[in-house]
């Protein structure tokens, strides 16, 4: 994956966007990171694997989501997250 297409994945998936919003909620339903190379396919991104493992070694999750309970995280933390957690 090259970084303009992490950069689009980032930016389409982060905040409040509709990538964002079925991102976070889609990833609740994963069971390994495969889940997620299909899910992201279908919406038009080519990314591996190891793609998104690179992606999320590098990555770091914002505080404000991990200090509040409250903080709604975005499609693309929540991605992050469960990569690092696969």
Not at 24 to 44: C, K, N, P, Q, Y
């Amino acid at each position: 994956m090259t970084n303009a297409d992490m950069d689009r994945l980032k930016s389409d998936a982060s905040g409040n966007t509709g990538l964002s919003a079925v991102l976070a909620e889609a990833v609740e339903g994963f069971s390994s990171t495969d889940d997620a190379v299909r899910f992201l396919a279908s919406r038009g991104f080519e990314v591996t694997a190891s793609d998104l493992a690179a992606a999320a070694s590098d990555a770091e999750t914002p505080a404000e989501a991990e200090e509040s309970e409250e903080a709604e995280e975005d499609g693309y933390v929540a991605l992050m997250r469960f990569v690092r957690q696969s």
